[in-house]
């Protein structure tokens, strides 16, 4: 970074925005979305069965589709925790070679999250545990 002192505190300080607010948020609601998937098995034996006995041909494609797309959104989910934590790794080892930037950095995120942008949000906790099941 061609920055120093605040200004660099103030670049990651929006570096950190991005580590701590907007991945955890993108993977939560990937994480979400997985776990809606998920629910939809609940009908499957419903939904699968014919009257007459028997289950339909189209369970074994659609479970597969579905299985793919569960491992999908829970990868992305876990894909964006990792990167928040490798922003937020990154954003501490350049506070670390600048004391000025630390300073400012530390002084923006005091007891609070820096006011957000149109579209974030912070998560409320912990995201749910993505229930999808790898495709072997």
């Known amino acids: ?14 570096l950190r925005m991005v580590g701590q607010v907007d991945l955890p948020a993108i993977s939560y609601t990937y994480a979400a979305l997985n776990n809606m998937v998920d629910d939809t098995a609940s009908n499957d034996a419903v939904l699968f069965s014919w009257s007459a006995g028997g ?17 999908i959104l829970g990868k992305m ?16 080892h350049y506070a670390a070679t600048d004391d000025e930037a630390a300073a400012a950095l530390r002084s ?15 998560v409320a906790g ?7 099941r790898p495709l072997t």
């Open 55 to 71: 289950s339909s041909q189209a369970y074994e494609p659609w479970n597969k589709l579905r299985s793919a797309y569960q491992e």
């Open 1 to 14: 970074m061609s920055e120093t002192g605040w200004r660099l505190g103030a670049e990651l300080s929006e």
């Open 77 to 92: 989910s876990e894909n964006m925790d990792v990167a928040g934590g490798a922003v937020l790794r990154i954003v501490d």
């Open 108 to 122: 923006a995120w005091t007891n609070t999250t820096p006011p957000l942008l149109d579209g974030e949000y912070l």
């Open 126 to 132: 912990p995201h749910p545990e993505s229930r999808y």
